[in-house]
């Protein structure tokens, strides 16, 4: 490709994402909502401004992995701790009901079980991009359901190993002995760092690395990559590492630097991530299949959020508490996209089947915020509700001792 065409295609890709969130911010609807709508209007399926979807997927997959890094240098590890009951229970209770229904489903459609446990799988994995997203614009990643929604996110990520391991026994490439060990090993070294941070707080990078900006630049990105490499390697997720990262260097108390100079770099690869989503829907596809998919993006929505609200609920979490953490975790993730296609490399999901998953996680993606609206719209009208029969009731209460008071008098 020519020189000009590419800087007309970077021209046109920028100015069409500008554009739409230009637009969307109006309505206050999240910026990554307009970088998957510019990556479909862009995409080969529309305009063709960028063909090598491959390439953009990558770098997608960087933005990702900057995302939690900079999501693990705001996240409060004693805080997270407390809440272990809802990351841990609530996390496998989830994934489990998901599971044991897309079964189901699967048995009443007589498709293979194999196929309802890949499904479950599927829908189960809440995007960490997305809900971190949303929770950073609108300045909640500190509140009780933030933080509530935050652990489950994080065991999820840690989900994938066995998922991973489940998924290759069943497939014709098993996992070898050797690679399980890794991960083992590997994953216990890891909480081992985790334990050893909480009691040893406050290291510091010597400030020889540190002197001017250039090196400070380069040391933030080689604590980021490298972290998510070696999880990767060991074959945990790669975002997971990043996300350890972004801890350690918070318990140095120098994560400022990082935040003033790797802040621009984030936001670009943030919004590559974004826009090789929506490069992957296939609008042919969709419009063959439009009905099809609209119910299957509306039951992945209500059942999400269904079974996330019934265990948060069930764990102690208040009614207002569990629907708003349901909401943020209604959407599939970016994990899923890996599982899709493990699937269809196994012969577990067909060539339409791949791109059916693939079409719904997009679009879980994308009205992923407008969900999030309905459910604030749904808890605001009960909220109003109870308080209006408080009100009814406590006018009936004064009511009833001013009629008392004028009996005895």
Not at 84 to 110: E, F, K, N, P, Y
Not at 206 to 229: H, R, Y
Not at 284 to 300: A, K, S, Y
Request: charged residues 15%.
């Amino acid at each position: 490709m020519e020189m000009n065409a590419v800087l007309f295609a970077i021209v046109g890709v920028i100015g069409c994402a500008f554009l739409f969130a230009y637009i969307l911010r109006i309505y206050n609807i999240p910026a990554a909502v307009a970088y998957i709508v510019t990556g479909i209007v862009v995409g080969p399926s529309a305009l063709g401004l960028v063909g090598d979807k491959e390439l953009l997927k990558h770098l997608g997959e960087l933005g990702v992995i900057m995302l939690m890094f900079f999501i693990g240098m705001e996240v409060s590890l004693p805080r997270l701790i407390a809440k272990w009951r809802v990351a841990v229970l609530g996390t496998a209770a989830q994934m489990t009901l998901s599971v044991g229904i897309c079964c189901l489903v699967a048995w009443l459609l007589d498709w293979t079980w194999q196929s309802g446990l890949l499904f479950g799988f599927i829908i189960s994995m809440s995007s960490t991009a997305v809900v971190l997203t949303l929770l950073k614009d609108t300045d909640e990643l500190e509140t009780p359901f933030g933080q509530n929604a935050l652990g489950v996110l994080l065991m999820q990520d840690l989900a994938i190993v066995p998922i991973m391991i489940i998924l290759g026994m069943m497939g014709e490439h098993e996992m070898s002995g050797n690679e399980i060990v890794i991960q083992l090993i590997g994953g216990i070294a890891l909480m081992g760092l985790v334990i050893w941070l909480l009691r040893h707080p406050g290291w510091h990078i010597p400030e020889t690395f540190l002197k001017s900006v250039d090196k400070q630049i380069m040391m933030g990105l080689l604590l980021c990559f490298a972290a998510a490499a070696l999880t990767a390697w060991i074959g945990l997720s790669a975002p997971f590492g990043a996300f350890l990262a972004g801890m350690i260097l918070k318990s140095s108390d120098q994560s400022e630097w990082v935040e003033e100079h790797l802040r621009s770099l984030y936001v670009v690869f943030v919004a590559m991530f974004f826009l090789s989503v929506g490069m992957l829907v296939d609008l042919n596809f969709v419009g063959e299949n439009i009905g099809f998919v609209i119910l299957m993006t509306l039951g992945v929505f209500i059942l999400n959020s269904g079974i996330n609200t019934l265990v948060l609920r069930v764990l102690g979490e208040t009614w207002t508490m569990s629907l708003l953490t349901g909401g943020l975790l209604s959407q599939i993730g970016e994990l899923s996209f890996l599982l899709a296609s493990l699937g269809l490399a196994m012969g577990m999901l067909s060539t339409d089947g791949h791109q059916m998953a693939i079409v719904v996680i997009a679009f879980s993606l994308m009205l992923s915020p407008l969900w999030m609206i309905a459910v604030r719209l749904v808890i605001r009208e009960d909220t109003q509700m109870m308080a209006d029969k408080a009100l009814d009731s406590e006018i009936r209460d004064m009511m009833k001792q001013l009629e008392q008071t004028r009996r005895h008098d």
